[in-house]
């Protein structure tokens, strides 16, 4: 890929640039893991919708731009580098909506994706279960045939937004004679339905990141069925595949608290003992960053997603916990504390776990990709 812009795209970058200059609200919003804040968080969504910013790359009449997906990463480095708030709608943007647009009728994407944009519908991950996690194929939840739709039946965990949300996504086994990745349906459900029970998870802060949600002869219509029954996991790979390689971790994230680390490093007050680690942790932004102009070239040449993404996932997993543990470790005792000193770096990520463990990963990295046999991982 050719690094130096053109004026189109140099256009666009300024254009963002000068929006969210204009618009990131002075202060932070509060965390979207609360009511207030999550209220907030979707009228920003509204605000973002209203100037065509909340899904740049999306065609013009479902509210984006047409934007390429360059101009969409060039969109994101612009919106971390100004500090703007977080996407409380990130499970539907840049997981469901890339899924939809694959294999979505052209009735759901015009159903959907427009209230997705203005987050007045918030969407849920509806994947993990108490016994099948990483290894989504083991999942026990249900659907059954009834007329004019399904019926769902049981629990999803560790469901992101979904103490909030309005909506969900999921797979759900629907050939019980099936085995594992075959007969699995993936499906939208209404969390207002009768039948649904959201049960919020606290985290350690007391803030509901997650909660727990349970299926009793939940109702779901056909025209939520996304794909063919029973061609669940081809089209759940669509979504794994987006979340793991481009879509949910954009390289703007990580060089934005790069930048952070280092100007947080420079005014500490013993910094030589970290200087390597945030070297490293700020070449590692930049490395990704080149990585994912390499991903847009090769999406442009008409290449899809694949087992590479979890390569991908790899490394930004691993590149988040570096950025915030090392600056924990800049900060000293002071990261211990809540206060403006530690301008947000209060905990690291769980990137090796979310999104699918990094031993699922490197599974699929010696099986797909290096051709490794098991019996050699």
Known sequence: ???????????????????????????????????????????????????????VSWPRDLGGRDASLLEWVLFEEEYYAAGAPGRVNQNGIFMLAPTLFSHGTEEQLHRILPKMARAEEVWAQAWSEPEAGSDIAALRSTASRVDGGWLLNGQKTWSSRAAFADRAFGLFRSDPDAVRHRGLT?????????????????????????????????FVPDEDVIGAPGEGWRVAMTTANNERGLSLRSPGRFLAAADRLVDLWSRADRPDATAERVADAWIGARAYQLYTFGTLTRLAEGAELGPESSVNKLFWSHLDVALQETALDVLGPAAELRGPWTDGWLFSLAGPIYGGTDQIQRTIVAERLLGLPKEKR
Do not use: C, K
């Not at 795209?9 to 618009?23: G, I, N, P, T």
């Not at 009511?35 to 065509?52: I, K, P, S, T, Y």
């Not at 802060?205 to 009793?216: L, M, S």
């Open 1 to 55: 890929m050719d690094l130096d812009l053109d004026t189109s795209a140099r256009a666009f970058r300024d254009e963002a640039r000068a929006w969210l200059a204009e618009h990131v609200p002075a202060e932070p919003l509060p965390s979207f893991d609360t009511v207030e804040g999550f209220a907030r968080h979707r009228e920003w969504e509204a605000q973002l919708a209203d100037a065509r910013w909340s899904v």
């Open 186 to 218: 993936y499906l939208m459900a209404d969390l207002r339905a009768e039948g649904v029970t959201v049960r919020p998870i606290p985290q350690l802060d007391g803030e509901p990141g997650f909660a727990e949600i349970f299926f009793d002869d939940v």
